[in-house]
């Protein structure tokens, strides 16, 4: 009787031992890839001039990664996130432009691409800028990431802007979560700084559950400007004739908070002071 439970259990490990190494066979493990290669149509220095926004600028392309599996090459769609930043931030400017461009192993962009990416950097425009741009490459879910050389190019921009900046010059705070409530005739005391003609800011008390947004001409619901996070974000905005933007949530926890709204970034900032 013994003999044969011994019997049993050496069986039973033998089957788990082979079971097991099926399994791991069946795994699909990363054995390695090669750097994309990035190569730009021209390095030249680049003035870019409004007048011709539609022509092209640039043309970047760059090599396959080719990643490899123990089962062959990756058969996954391959991405990859055009990076551009100023030289010496080491792209981790919390500014930097990503462009995601999938499967593509080239894109075109014109004058008015370039810059875009550059006032959405925020460098001073009409002035030459030290701007560096690589491939990031990865697989699903952003896995296995491999990044190209670095190509760097001198690029001096014009004036442009994200978001329509406000046509008579002045921008207003309006909303719940405002002493003024919802109006479109907002007092002097709710009327922004106006750093520059891309950038405003104001002072305000906030009490979380309420929300606000900006207007540029008094006595009129558009222009109109809000957002979605109360923390800061993407500028949504309203010239007239088309959606109002999302309302901006007031913080989560009260107190005196400065509002930047710049709409050369097409961003806006909301920091406790």
């Keep these: 009787m013994k003999n044969i439970v011994k019997q049993i259990f050496l069986l039973s490990l033998l089957v788990a031992v082979f079971a097991s190494c099926k399994k791991d066979e069946n795994k699909n493990y990363f054995e390695g890839g090669t750097a994309p290669v990035l190569k730009a149509s021209s390095t030249a220095a680049m003035v870019l001039d409004s007048t011709k926004k539609n022509n092209t600028a640039v043309v970047f392309t760059w ?6 599996f123990n089962t062959g090459n990756s058969s ?77 190019i001198v690029i001096t921009p014009y004036l442009d802007v994200a978001v329509p ?6 921008l207003y705070i309006t909303g719940d979560g405002t002493p003024s409530s919802w109006t479109n005739n907002p ?59 999302d309302a901006i949530p007031t913080p989560s926890i009260a107190g005196s908070y400065k509002v930047t709204v710049n709409f ?10």
């Design 165 to 170: 900046i406000p046509p008579t010059g002045d």
């Design 63 to 68: 090599t396959n990664p080719n990643y490899q």
């Design 76 to 152: 996954q769609d391959v991405i990859y996130i055009l990076q551009i930043d100023t030289t010496g931030a080491n792209f981790k400017n919390p500014n930097i432009q990503e462009v995601a461009i999938p499967k593509e192993l080239s894109v075109t962009y014109t004058i008015k691409d370039i810059n875009t990416f550059l006032s959405k950097l925020d460098v001073l425009e009409n002035i030459p800028h030290n701007i560096e741009f690589r491939i990031k490459s990865t697989i699903a879910g952003n896995a296995v990431p491999l990044y190209s050389n670095v190509v760097k």
């Design 264 to 273: 050369k970034t097409g961003k806006y900032t909301v920091v406790k002071q």
């Design 187 to 245: 007092p002097a005391s709710q009327k922004c700084i106006k750093v520059s003609k891309v950038e405003y800011n104001i002072t305000m008390s906030f009490t979380p559950g309420f929300y606000y947004k900006f207007l540029s001409t008094l006595n009129n619901w558009q222009p109109q400007y809000g957002g979605k996070v109360a923390t800061g974000g993407d500028i949504g905005f309203n010239m007239g004739g088309g959606s109002d933007p």
